[in-house]
């Protein structure tokens, strides 16, 4: 029970942090207001976490014990100290508005609690590199220079107008961007906190609830913290990073959930924060850098860049106290 309580609060932790990344821009373009764009997205996380239970096998095994090296044993109190740091860090972010990665979060606890529990040799630092790192850092770049480079290529064609009103059509383009993006953030996620808690449960001995019943006790709590706590966050990415209009929003939709779709199927684990709030600056910046707020941006990167080993020493003092408490 205890591996299914974690696992369902991290769930929510990142349902509050990361439903903004799908619906910021509806409310920054003005096409709809706080409480419509938190209940798309969150019927979008909904489908989205459901579906990732048959669609992305890759991620699962990856996140499960894919980053051990052969011959490591599982650790219960390893397996639950990483799901609590993780969310322990996730939770304070979201309490301060910072939108904050649960990919980079569970990759810091992991690596964190694995190198305390396993030693050094007991994670595969290659492999945590070439599958988790290197998307990771490049899915952002990525991300800013689709959107820049899609924005610059339809005014050259001349094709993109700035009417006073958006038409009809761009507006429902840009819902059904929106809630690709959500989407396709719950595929992404869900996955990977379902593969903590189905080893978890694995290693308690406790009789298994099967794994689509572990995929939907992930999404409900996705679902329960997008409601519950969603505004906080979206509210800075919304208000506080840069000024969009209509099209600049369904373009970053679009491109967020084009790439965050396509790693989660191929099994290429990819920050949805980044991706998202990367596209959101490259389609601010595309008229200039004046439009971006570089106080805000500043503290964005230094929240992406603590994540890591904030979310590494909260998992290893997880793991202590479990020590302790002879876990």
């Known amino acids: 029970m205890l591996v299914l309580a974690a696992g369902f609060l991290i769930a929510q932790v990142n349902g509050a942090n990361d439903v903004s990344k799908g619906i910021a821009t509806l409310v920054a ?10 209940r798309w997205g969150t019927l979008c996380t909904a489908l989205g976490g459901l579906a990732a239970a048959g669609l992305t096998g890759g991620l699962v095994a990856t996140f499960g014990t894919g980053l051990l090296a052969a011959g490591t044993t599982p ?10 740091g993780a969310a322990a860090w996730v939770l304070i972010a979201t309490c301060t508005g910072l939108p904050v990665s649960t990919t980079h979060a569970l990759v810091g606890a992991l690596a964190g609690v694995g190198a305390v529990a396993y030693g050094p040799h007991g994670v595969r630092w290659n492999a945590l590199g070439a ?7 490049l899915s952002p770049l990525v991300s800013l220079a689709l959107a820049r480079v899609l924005l ?5 064609l001349g094709s993109l107008e700035r009417p006073s009103e958006s038409p009809a ?62 505004r906080r966050v979206t509210q800075v990415l919304a ?12 373009l970053a939709n679009l491109v967020t959930a084009g790439l965050v779709i396509a790693g989660a199927v191929g099994g ?21 850098m004046a439009r971006l707020n570089r106080r805000t941006l500043r503290d964005l990167v230094l929240a992406w860049m603590v994540t890591v080993p904030l979310a590494a ?13 002879r876990v």
């Open 75 to 84: 650790d219960l109190s390893a397996a639950l100290a990483t799901i609590l």
């Open 169 to 230: 059509a761009l507006d429902r383009a840009h819902w059904l961007t929106s809630g690709a993006a959500s989407f396709a953030r719950a595929m992404n996620d869900a996955p990977k906190m379902a593969a903590l808690v189905l080893t978890g449960e694995a290693l308690a001995g406790a009789p298994r609830i099967g794994h689509p019943a572990v995929f939907g006790l992930i999404t409900l709590g996705m679902v329960i913290g997008s409601v519950a706590g969603g």
């Open 268 to 288: 290429l684990p990819m920050s949805t924060t980044h991706v998202a709030s990367s596209a959101i600056v490259g389609a601010g910046a595309e008229r200039g």
């Open 313 to 325: 020493a909260l998992g290893v003092l997880g793991f202590a106290l479990l020590g302790l408490l």
């Open 131 to 137: 599958k988790v790192a290197l998307p990771l850092v």
């Open 152 to 156: 610059r290529t339809e005014r050259t």
């Open 29 to 38: 373009s003005g096409v709809s207001d706080y409480r419509r764009a938190i």
């Open 239 to 250: 208000e506080k990073v840069t000024r969009l209009d209509h099209h600049e929003g369904f």
